[in-house]
Nanobody, 125 residues
Framework: QVQLVESGGGLVQAGGSLRLSCAASGRTFSTNAMGWFLQAPGKEREFVAGITGSGSGTAYADFVKGRFTISRDSAKNTVYLQMNSLKPEDTATYYC??????????????????WGQGTQVTVSS
């Protein structure tokens, strides 16, 4: 029912910035909490940041606090992840996901029902 398409990934030098975008289909987009996850080769997909359906609440993994900012624009059906002060260890495929609920930000993969195809972020040193 919900389709998500990520964009904005690429190659960036350490200390640089990228902004990822997640375009969502459907008029119910604004009712879902949204999250960003990353997955490095050989590792599990892990939570990066999330935002409530209303946009009033956010949550971040400890390793991105102070560097990444999640936001959403309901009029454009789009969620963003602004990534600043990028580090080589941020290198991964980043996935956008729609949660099963809207009033809080889940952190577990099983609490998200819809996923995008992923966009690659590579940070060079």
């Amino acid at each position: 029912q919900v389709q998500l398409v990520e964009s904005g990934g690429g190659l960036v030098q350490a200390g640089g910035s990228l902004r990822l975008s997640c375009a969502a289909s459907g008029r119910t987009f604004s009712t879902n909490a949204m999250g960003w996850f990353l997955q490095a080769p050989g590792k599990e997909r892990e939570f990066v940041a999330g935002i409530t359906g209303s946009g009033s609440g956010t949550a971040y993994a400890d390793f991105v606090k102070g560097r990444f900012t999640i936001s959403r624009d309901s009029a454009k059906n789009t969620v963003y992840l602004q990534m600043n002060s990028l580090k080589p260890e941020d290198t991964a495929t980043y996935y956008c996901a729609a949660a099963l609920y809207g009033q809080y930000v889940p952190r577990g993969r099983d609490e998200y029902g819809y996923w995008g195809q992923g966009t690659q972020v590579t940070v060079s040193s």
